[in-house]
């Protein structure tokens, strides 16, 4: 698998060392308390889990090992004659916490090309599935194919130290990373276009052969893919498929296996799903609008609508940020460059001028703004992506990047099983009614 592999054990070890020291010295330390309505509530703001690759600050956004995505896009190796990151670039920096050389991301592309061929049983099971399946449960269902291939799976059951479970994994992740925009790319064309397939290019780089698989040549294009495959790679570790794809590769579950429990909940619509509820969102007021171009007095009214109707306006909010989304705004900059002119992309922008102070207005909503879902639908549009129910597989071929960077680390450190303890509510009623006793 090359050197990189050598110089993730080399800072794997390096951090170990000072992960134990830290638990040794100070691991007793409480970091917060947990309230009742922490426990009920899905958890939330619990600090309960370590995420080497990425950190999530609800003002600045989303840092991979420090770096903002407008560092990324100034820091990271392009493509010859592109503008945006190799997603290449951003895997080497989550594995190693470096910024990668041109050399780095080309020794990581060209070994994602020889890996990237997909066995023929992977194809069969996608096949065996009715043509209406959701794209994403193709996707699931060809990811737990490919777990024929596991090296960890077979290494675990020949017996192996586990001090060796990282290297298996990483053999794993990186073959699982090579492989899914082929398989992505196989459903979409079967899906969408008559199953007319497109043979991989391997001389190009791991986004521009996912778009040129998919039938799209446009280098402009490729160029955001690449920007999409990096924005959606990671959002450190709490989020629902980043979390899974943790759980279940804590019990020692494989890559494939874990990834796929990852992709399951990435196709939750309060989840990755998200993102096709956007565009649809869009398209049915400008549907019942009688309009492509609405004004912000129509888009305003028809956000007070939804609202009253008791939904959501899909796009804005987030768990954690309490600003704009980066991402959004990487997307819409890319916009601005290459189709300010495209009537749904001003559309999304009108949304964003309107929508924040209406839901602010409500005294409900803590995070008004834009998250990454409200405007990568309307860039897909634009190239002639069209078919929404396909843009949660791009999120995922995107995320594997982050998660299976992480599952790597958390072989590497050893990391214990996942399992936290749980109560009932009628232990709760008796906490609450004994602290009552004790406060009297």
Known sequence: MGYVKDLFKQKADELGKEIKNIIDQNGNMKLEDVTIAQAYQGMRGITGLVTETSLLDSNEGIRFRGYSIPELRELLPKAEGGNEPLPEGLFFLMLTGTIPTQQDVEHISSVWARQSHVPNHVFDVIEALPDSTHPMTQFIAAILALQTESKFAKAYTDGINKKEYWSYIYEDSMTLIARLPRVAAYIYRRKY?????????????????????????????????????????????????????????????????????????????????????????????????????????????????????????PGYGHAVLRKTDPRFT??????????????????????????????????????????????????????????????????????ALGVLASLCWDRALGLAIERPKSVTTEWVKNFIAQQTVVAH
């Open 330 to 399: 990487a997307q819409m900059e890319f916009a601005q460059k290459h189709c300010p002119t495209d009537s749904t992309v001003q559309t999304v922008w009108r949304v964003y001028e309107v929508a924040p102070p209406i839901l602010e207005s409500t005294g409900k909503i803590k995070n008004p703004w834009p998250n990454v879902d409200a405007h990568s639908g309307a860039l897909l549009k634009h190239f002639g992506l069209v078919e929404e129910d396909f843009y949660t597989v791009l999120f995922g071929v995107s995320r």
């Open 193 to 313: 276009k008559n199953g007319e397939h497109i043979h991989p290019n391997g001389l190009l780089d791991w986004s521009a052969n996912f778009a040129h698989m998919l039938g799209f040549e446009e280098d402009s294009f490729k160029d955001l893919i690449r920007l999409y495959m990096v924005i959606h790679a990671d959002h450190e570790g709490g989020n629902v498929s980043a979390h899974a794809t943790h759980l279940v590769g804590s019990a020692l579950s494989d890559p494939y296996l874990s990834f796929a429990a990852g992709m399951a909940g990435l196709a939750g619509p309060l989840h990755g799903l998200a993102n096709q509820e956007v565009i649809r969102w869009i398209e049915e007021m400008c549907n019942e609008l009688n309009t492509n171009e609405p004004t912000k007095e129509q888009i305003a009214d028809y956000i007070q609508a939804t609202l009253k109707a008791g939904k959501v306006v």
